[in-house]
């Protein structure tokens, strides 16, 4: 029996990295996937094509997870679509790194949005889904940066812990109905979003990793597939770094 078989899961920003890694593992092991991106181009077709070929049911939804009113009408066209969600992992995310004397708040803003309201967002509209089904997991995606702190991203820091402090809050509003909530931080992941760095930047992080290496999505699609299934059907209200040993 396959770990997720005949489950439905909501991936947020799954067109490509890590979201893209999840979906994949979910399907693997019997999911049905709906997905959603800010648009869905030539990587989310892509994605979907993947995902299909794993004789699962797939569909890319094109959402802003940052808009209310978006992600309350796309969450009611998925339920009509998989008439259940068992998995929600909020998992949009971006970067607009700066140090404070010179973050615009703009900056501010657009980071808080996407990767924190959106997760508000996301489960506001699904609770009362759950709740009915007395059954969810619920997967916030944060950052080792937001358990320990990095100059230079105030914002990105702020939105990752305030996805740690909601998971831990839903954790304890839903467990009665059986809703779990948790957060997962990796730590440096060989991303498009990790890319963007210099060379000399990636090396000074991968020397402060005990396990002298960069992540792969899959190494978090992993930890994603054990807080999803019933594998961790007692874990609730927890954290876990994907980092290599580096803030241990
Ligand atoms: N790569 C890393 O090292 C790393 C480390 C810690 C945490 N994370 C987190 O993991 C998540 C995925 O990161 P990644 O490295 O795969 O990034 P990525 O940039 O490769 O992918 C992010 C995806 O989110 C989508 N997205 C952006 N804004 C959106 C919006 N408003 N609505 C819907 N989708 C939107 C993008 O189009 C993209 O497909 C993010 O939340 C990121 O903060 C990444």
């Known amino acids: 029996m396959k770990l997720l078989e005949g489950k439905t899961a909501i991936i947020t920003g799954a067109a490509r990295g890590i979201g893209k890694s999840i979906a994949i593992r979910f399907a693997q092991e019997g ?3 709906a997905f959603t991106d800010l648009a869905i181009d030539e990587n989310g077709e892509a994605t979907a094509k993947e995902i299909e070929a794993l004789g699962v049911k797939v569909k890319g ?3 802003n997870a940052a ?4 992600t309350h009408k796309v969450i009611e066209e998925i339920v009509k679509d998989f008439g259940r969600v068992d998995i929600l992992v909020n ?3 971006i970067t607009r790194d700066g140090l404070m004397m010179r973050m615009s708040e703009q900056q501010w803003d657009m980071v808080i949005n996407v990767n924190l309201k959106s997760a508000f967002n996301f489960i506001h509209a699904l609770t009362p889904v759950m709740m009915k089904q007395k059954a969810g997991s619920i997967i916030n995606m944060s950052s080792v940066v937001g358990v320990h702190g990095n100059a230079g991203q105030a914002n990105y820091s702020a939105s990752k ?3 740690i402090g909601l998971a831990k809050s839903i954790a304890k509003e839903l467990g009665s109905r059986g809703i779990r909530a948790n957060a997962i931080a ?3 992941i060989a991303t498009d979003m990790t890319h963007q760095l210099s060379d000399e930047v990636r090396a000074e992080w991968e020397k402060q990793i005990p396990l002298r290496r960069a992540g792969t999505p899959d190494d978090v699609a992993n930890a994603a597939l054990f807080l999803a299934s ?3 059907s007692y874990i609730t209200g927890q954290v876990i770094q994907i980092d290599g040993g580096m803030n241990t």
Do not use: K, R, V, W
Request: charged share 15%.
């Open 31 to 33: 999911c049905n996937i």
């Open 61 to 63: 939804y094109a959402s």
């Open 67 to 70: 808009n209310f009113e978006d």
């Open 91 to 93: 998992n949009a995310g």
């Open 161 to 163: 812990a305030g996805m």
């Open 186 to 188: 990796p730590g440096f």
């Open 230 to 232: 019933d594998l961790s």
